[in-house]
Every structure is written in structure tokens, then in C-alpha cells.
Nanobody, 127 residues
Framework: QVQLVESGGGLVQAGGSLRLSCAASGRTFSNYAMGWFRQAPGKEREFVAGINRSGSRTFYADSVKGRFTISRDNAKNTVYLQMNSLKPEDTAVYYC????????????????????WGQGTQVTVYS
């Protein structure tokens, strides 16, 4: 198991930016594909962005494409989510997730595929 701790959430005005971080510990970070998900009140958890083990491949939900950027620093055991041009509908608890994989080619985009989750960080965007 890998332990994940998110940080960087907060309250921001629409149009603003935030950078979320997710620090991993316990296992070899570079063996894990990583993802960011979010869950708004009364809604199911949804995929936001994913990145492969080396950071060479990324994938985004249509709702955040062009505004959010996922990246990772394997030397620091950390994955990031840069969020720009935030909208009130981006308000949610954001979770990072990890999936150990043998292949470096895969970006994992589905909730059930991940087996390690952080505790979440709240992002609130006001207009």
C-alpha cells in the first residue's frame, strides 16, 4: 500500500488558480499510475485527470481539458494538479489516487481501478 496525502485546496474566486499536491509514501512512487478525482455534494466521484508512471502521458476529463494540468515529480514522490480558470462548478473535494502497474503505457481513468486513495482536499470556487 502507498499512503497519499493531498494539500493545496482552499477558497478561490472564479477565474483564479490553485495547485493541489499529493505526497506519496510507503512504496516506490514511480511504480504507480496516478489520478485526480473529485466529488461534489450529492454527486458521484468523477475522474479529473490521470498520468502514467513516468509522467509522459496524461488524460483529462472534457470538463477540465485546457484548464487543468496534471504532473508528477518522481524524485519528490509527488503528483500535482494545476487548476486555472476555475469555475464554481469545480467546487468539490479533490482526491488523488494511485494504481500500481507493470506498464508505463497506461493512464488509468476509472474510479474502481484505483486501490489507493488520499483523504481529499476541499476546493471551493465562488463567483
Amino acid at each position: 500500500q502507498v499512503q497519499l496525502v493531498e494539500s493545496g485546496g482552499g477558497l478561490v474566486q472564479a477565474g483564479g488558480s490553485l495547485r493541489l499536491s499529493c505526497a506519496a509514501s510507503g512504496r516506490t512512487f514511480s511504480n504507480y499510475a496516478m489520478g485526480w478525482f473529485r466529488q461534489a455534494p450529492g454527486k458521484e466521484r468523477e475522474f479529473v485527470a490521470g498520468i502514467n508512471r513516468s509522467g509522459s502521458r496524461t488524460f483529462y476529463a472534457d470538463s477540465v481539458k485546457g484548464r487543468f494540468t496534471i504532473s508528477r515529480d518522481n524524485a519528490k514522490n509527488t503528483v500535482y494538479l494545476q487548476m486555472n480558470s476555475l469555475k464554481p462548478e469545480d467546487t468539490a473535494v479533490y482526491y488523488c489516487a494511485a494504481k500500481i502497474l507493470a506498464s508505463n503505457l497506461v493512464v488509468v481513468t476509472t474510479t474502481p481501478a484505483y486501490d489507493n486513495w488520499g483523504q481529499g482536499t476541499q476546493v471551493t470556487v465562488y463567483s
